[in-house]
C-alpha cells in the first residue's frame, strides 16, 4: 500500500499570498496615489487668494479712510479671525526696536501715528491658505521609507495704523506663491524609530 505525499502546505499559502499581493499591486495602480493622504492650514477670511488679500489693503486711502468703514468692508477684528488689534505699546514697539531710522525718517503716517500717543492703534493682519499633498509612490510612503509632500499655497500680512477713527498707514507683505517639495526618506520604513524607542533613558 502506497501512502500519497503529504501537500506542501507552506508552500501553497506563499503561492496564495505571492497571488493576492499580485492582484492588490494590479488593483491600486491606477489608483494608489489618490489614497494619499492630504491636509490643508488656512486662516477662516473671505480672501481666497494673496491679490484679493493685497486688493483688500490697498482700497484703504490713508488719512481718508474711517476705521469705522474697514470694519464694514471685512475687517473687524472681533469677526475676522486674521485681524489683530494693536496698542500704541506695541506699535512703539514694532517700530522702536532694531530700527536704525531717527523719528523724523519714517513715514508721516507711522510719525503721526506715534506722536498722538494712546491715540494711536492698529491692526495686523495675517492670513494663511496653504496645502499640503502627500505624493509620491503609495507603498514607500505607507510603509514610511519615502515619503513625498507638495506644499502650495500663499501667506499674506498686513499693518494698518489710526490715530483715532482715521487711518494713517498701511503696509502689506508676504509670499503670493509657496511652492516646496519636502521629502523624508528612512531606509529602514517602519523600523527606523525602533532604536530611538529602545534607547535607554536615564
Avoid at 95 to 115: H, K, N, Q, V
Avoid at 122 to 127: D, L, M, P, R
Wanted: aromatic share 10%; net charge neutral; proline share 7%.
Amino acid at each position: 500500500m502506497h501512502s500519497q505525499p503529504m501537500p506542501d502546505c507552506p508552500r501553497a499559502g506563499a503561492a496564495r499570498l505571492r497571488g493576492f499581493l499580485l492582484m492588490l499591486a494590479v488593483a491600486c495602480a491606477g489608483g494608489c496615489q489618490a489614497l494619499l493622504p492630504d491636509a490643508s492650514d488656512a486662516t477662516q477670511v473671505e480672501w481666497r487668494s494673496f491679490d484679493e488679500a493685497r486688493g483688500a489693503i490697498e482700497a484703504i486711502e490713508p488719512f481718508q479712510t474711517r476705521k469705522s468703514t474697514l470694519n464694514e468692508n471685512g475687517f473687524d477684528p472681533t469677526r475676522n479671525p486674521a485681524v489683530t488689534i494693536l496698542t500704541y505699546p506695541e506699535i512703539v514697539q514694532r517700530f522702536s526696536a532694531g530700527s536704525a531710522l531717527r523719528p523724523d525718517e519714517y513715514e508721516p503716517g507711522i510719525r503721526t501715528c506715534l506722536a498722538a500717543g494712546k491715540e494711536c492703534s492698529g491692526y495686523a493682519i495675517a492670513a494663511r491658505r496653504i496645502k499640503r499633498d502627500r505624493i509620491g509612490n503609495f507603498w514607500l510612503d505607507s510603509f514610511a521609507f519615502r515619503r513625498e509632500t507638495n506644499i502650495t499655497g500663499w501667506t499674506f500680512n498686513g499693518l494698518i495704523l489710526f490715530v483715532d477713527d482715521l487711518v494713517v498707514y498701511t503696509v502689506f507683505g508676504g509670499q503670493p506663491n509657496l511652492h516646496e517639495l519636502q521629502i523624508m526618506r528612512n531606509p529602514l520604513g517602519p523600523l527606523q524609530g525602533w532604536g530611538e524607542a529602545l534607547r535607554p533613558r536615564f
